[in-house]
T-cell receptor
């Protein structure tokens, strides 16, 4: 159980275009979803936290107008990288939480974004 | 801001037990110890978590010292597929608290 599906698994886009990444919880309702990114040879860095039906909370240094997060349902959250640039190339990973105390976060398999 | 300290890398022979240490000397009474691992180019995989008692599941065992300032993740019979970066993370008990990842331990299982 507790499967998180992320799509696409990889995407290549041109500089200046926007890319949308989907994160779905397949067998549980994710009241909270977290978006992370990971640069090569580095650890995961939290970008933002989103609760269903609410605006996302962004970590310091993450531009909310550039990384648009929508969490419109208990099973779907999306991250849109707007006007992508080569420095946005990274591994983006989402995770979902049921909202039950002490339950672990479950992660998707990530999306490799390459901006040319 | 990670609250844990782990060795950057470890090696273990296939078939042997892999013991991964973690220091969390500033852990508070309402924080759990979580372990995740990340195999190359994949999302982190949940392994186990505990508060103060030792825990065991089908993947691993978690040994937490009595003072809770450190813990050890044990993979009893390591295989080549256990090669990954292992993250030890402390996380508040209540609600949907985020996970803050440190640098983890890169575990290499050698044939």
């Amino acid at each position: 159980g507790a499967v998180v599906s992320q799509h696409p698994s990889w995407v290549i886009c041109k500089s200046g275009t926007s890319v949308k990444i989907e994160c779905r919880s397949l067998d549980f309702q994710a009241t909270t979803m977290f978006w992370y990114r990971q640069f090569p040879k580095q650890s995961l860095m939290l970008m933002a936290t989103s609760n269903e039906g609410s605006k996302a909370t962004y970590e310091q240094g993450v531009e909310k107008d550039k990384f648009l997060i929508n969490h419109a349902s208990l099973t779907l959250s999306t991250l849109t990288v707007t006007s992508a640039h080569p420095e946005d190339s990274s591994f983006y990973i989402c995770s979902g939480h049921t909202g039950t105390d002490n339950s672990p976060l479950h992660f998707g398999n990530g999306t490799r974004l390459t901006v040319t | 801001d990670a609250k844990t300290t782990q060795p950057p890398s470890m090696d273990c022979a296939e078939g042997r037990a892999a013991n991964l240490p973690c220091n969390h000397s500033t852990i508070s009474g309402n924080e759990y110890v979580y372990w995740y691992r990340q195999i190359h180019s994949q999302g982190p995989q949940y392994i186990i978590h505990g508060l103060k008692n030792n825990e065991t599941n089908e993947m691993a065992s978690l040994i937490i010292t009595e003072d809770r300032k450190s813990s050890t993740l044990i993979l009893p019979h390591a295989t080549l597929r256990d090669t990954a970066v292992y993250y030890c993370i402390v996380r508040h008990i209540q609600g949907a608290q985020k996970l803050v990842f440190g640098q983890g331990t890169r575990l290499t299982i050698n044939p």
